[in-house]
């Protein structure tokens, strides 16, 4: 009984040795991917350019954020508005939205 229990303990070092061997060789292939992956991102380089027109609204942008701001002015407009005291001539704000828009966008004439 000893030659048997021999016998099919050989037999079950056999096959969990080539269990290993395939556990292995599946790591080393997981292994060589990875690397793979993690090297053709370096050999790849990607760039963004803006257009000009969005180098524009960046610079407006820029100074909009950096503008003094005066509180006591906008704290005067805030309770005309609220009270109804507040006029709005169409003409003239007709007339600073067309000078601000030729400003940022040039003159279009």
Do not use: C, H, W
């Amino acid at each position: 009984m000893s030659v048997n229990n021999v016998n099919s303990g050989g037999a079950k070092t056999i096959i969990d040795n080539q269990k290993l061997s395939q556990q292995q060789t599946a790591s080393n292939t997981a292994t060589q991917a990875e690397t793979q992956k993690a090297a053709s991102p370096a050999a790849r380089q990607d760039s963004v350019s803006l257009t000009q027109s969005a180098q524009q609204l960046v610079q407006v942008q820029r100074k909009g954020t950096e503008a003094p701001v005066n509180q006591e002015k906008i704290d005067k407009l805030k309770k005309a508005i609220q009270s109804g005291q507040y006029n709005i001539n169409p003409e003239t704000l007709a007339r600073k939205i067309s000078n601000l828009e030729a400003e940022i966008f040039g003159n279009k004439a």
